[in-house]
């Protein structure tokens, strides 16, 4: 936070810089009751093992959310503004079927859909949905009857499958065609002297082929996990108060926090730390925290099932190394899943539910536990910028309290944002058709057909559109209050933003696209009206006529990392210029 203080006897601004650490804690008793009426003499906080003073603590017992009305705006134009003014907590149902097999999420829907019936009072759910990308399916309600009819809608939140998770039939198969290889190997010298040593060239090539196979696979999963907790935490920073992510999934590819990303850096490739930091920032700035569900029920080995494989050729002694092969790495997936789990949990506040029969209780659970919380405030002792992982520690008066809170954070620089994207264009993977509206820059939008086509403006189109076309002019006007400006010595401000527009057809498929990304710069004289009605930027889009477009549009600002998301749903012209 930035408070800045004047003198009036000088003409000498002094400005400081104070980082204010945020916690939430959810406190339960041995029975995971939550315990409410605490004070914030109950509690005392430790940052890597020094004490802190509390600066502010409010309990939270599920307030609704409180809104402001907007005023109407004129015909055809929009805004990202949400309106939320407060609100204790809100539930996000994510279900996950890049990462979980098609079994288990039937599973999974059976039990949500019981949950979503006995929705606590009071609650209000989200639900999203992960496939090849993050895809909100139901905004925020407290209704259950929107709920299930969001959950019921096979082409919302249907089972999907993941082509980059391995089924147990491609697994069995995997299997099969190794112990054949090794069966075949041995087959060519009945008397050989280290059956090991002979096999192990060929067997050794084709386990290397399909363990590389599996980790491009694996890596491809972590990259689009990251880049949906990215977009839903840019979402759900447009809200006050706790995020409670309920993450129903058969695996988590990647670990957040701290020292949990050396610990088990076989889902934390060095290739992603950048995004990894990047995504721990965004959460850690929306309050969120992850309640990881393991999306099946109580385990069995798969060599134990009907279905499972015979390796027909290999010897009982080799079928005996294959079986137990196979079972040690599927120990050794659900062992890592449930560190991830574990891992994700702790370092954000939440909590982990494994192997378990009763996913209808837990989330009942986790949605009455997340409504009860404390906030606390400090200002840490250790004043440094330097990018490290600082851990926190919580402690109660009361030792049999067990406490949840988020275990730390990194010391970035409040002044520069959140960590700056380094992907060519950080915007446009928020573009993406079906995602959630953002707000951390506010900006309203006019869409109006033009007659006046200005020459070489019709965008850089990606798909042609066939047919008759319409001709519309999109003014963006962007709210300098999330922008970071940087003042100039002559008392000019600048700022590095980009905007961008997508028009989808009704099945997702790009029509045309626009946009630019620039200096801003706002000189002294001007700074006053743009504090009143905004910077406006403009860009112009040719789209089919006489049908019905999905208009993605987007804010960036390239200092602060800050963005705006709008998508509107436009009925073009009939007729158009050409």
């Known amino acids: 936070q930035t408070a ?19 916690l939430d804690i959810i406190v339960t008793d041995s029975n995971g009751t939550p315990v409410t009426g605490l004070t914030q003499n109950d509690f005392r906080v ?44 809100i539930n996000v149902l994510l279900m996950d079927s890049l990462n979980t097999q098609m079994p288990d999420q039937q599973y999974v829907h ?43 809608d096979p082409a919302l939140s249907g089972p999907r499958h993941s082509p980059l998770l391995k089924s147990q039939p491609e697994s069995q198969a995997d299997d099969a065609t190794v112990g054949m290889a090794t069966a075949n190997q041995m087959s060519l010298n009945p008397n050989p002297i280290n059956i090991a040593q002979e096999a192990a060239v060929p067997v050794n090539a084709l386990k290397a082929s399909i363990a590389a196979k599996d980790a491009a696979m694996t890596e491809a999963r972590v990259a689009i996990t990251l880049s949906a907790f990215q977009q839903l935490a840019r979402y759900l920073s447009a809200y006050p108060g706790r995020k409670n992510v309920i993450w129903v999934s058969g695996s988590f590819p990647l670990v957040l926090f701290g020292d949990s990303a050396s610990s088990n850096p076989s889902v934390a490739p060095r290739m992603y730390m950048n995004d990894i930091l990047r995504t721990a920032d965004l959460c850690t700035a929306a309050q969120i925290a992850i309640y990881p569900v393991t999306a099946e029920g109580l385990m069995i080995h798969s060599v134990y099932q009907a279905d499972a494989s015979v390796i027909g050729e290999v010897r ?18 659900v062992s890592s899943t449930r560190q ?122 990606v798909g042609n559109p066939k047919g008759p076309t319409t001709h519309y002019t999109l ?18 401000r600048h700022a590095q933003l980009e905007v961008k527009a997508v028009a989808y057809d009704d099945a997702g498929k790009p029509l045309n696209m626009t946009g630019q990304r620039g200096l801003l710069n706002i000189t002294p004289e001007g700074f006053q009206e743009a504090r009143e009605s905004g910077v406006h930027f403009q860009e112009e889009l040719d789209l089919p006529s006489n049908t019905d477009v999905h208009l993605r549009t987007g804010v960036y600002d390239l200092n602060s990392g800050n963005a705006g998301t709008l998508g509107v749903r436009v009925r073009t012209q009939a007729t158009g210029p050409n």
């Open 110 to 152: 059976q039990q949500t859909l019981r949950y979503l019936k006995t929705l606590p009072t009071g609650a209000r759910v989200a639900i999203f949905t992960l496939s090849s990308r993050l895809r909100m399916v139901q905004e925020f309600t407290s209704d259950s009857s929107r709920l299930l009819a969001a959950l019921n």
């Open 46 to 89: 430790f940052e890597d093992d020094t004490p802190q003073n509390i600066a502010s603590f409010n309990e939270h017992n599920g307030a609704p959310i409180t809104t402001a009305d907007l005023p109407p705006l004129p015909p055809n134009v929009y805004t990202n503004y949400t309106g939320v003014k407060t609100a204790d907590s």
């Open 475 to 492: 003014d963006f006007a962007v709210s300098l209050n999330q922008i970071k400006l940087d003042v100039q010595p002559d008392g000019s």
């Open 340 to 461: 991830t789990a574990e891992s994700l949990a702790k370092s954000t506040g939440g909590q982990a539910f494994f192997n378990s029969n009763g996913i209808t209780d837990i989330l009942t659970r986790v949605t009455n536990q997340g409504m009860h919380y404390y906030t606390l405030t400090y200002s840490p002792t250790n004043t440094k910028i330097d990018n490290r992982y600082r851990h926190t520690r919580v402690e109660s008066t009361n030792p049999k309290y067990v406490l949840s809170y988020r275990r730390g954070y990194y010391a970035t620089d409040s002044k520069t944002g959140l960590r700056a994207a380094d992907a060519q264009d950080p915007l446009l993977p928020l573009m993406g058709f079906g995602l959630p509206d953002i707000a951390q820059l506010i900006y309203t939008l006019s869409v109006t057909p033009s007659s006046a086509k200005p020459s070489g403006s019709s965008g850089n189109a």
């Open 316 to 333: 009982p002694s080799m079928m005996g190394q294959n079986n137990a092969a196979q079972m040690s790495a599927e120990l050794q997936s």
């Open 4 to 22: 800045p203080t004047s003198n009036s006897q000088a003409p000498v601004t002094f400005q400081s810089n104070v980082r204010v650490v945020l």
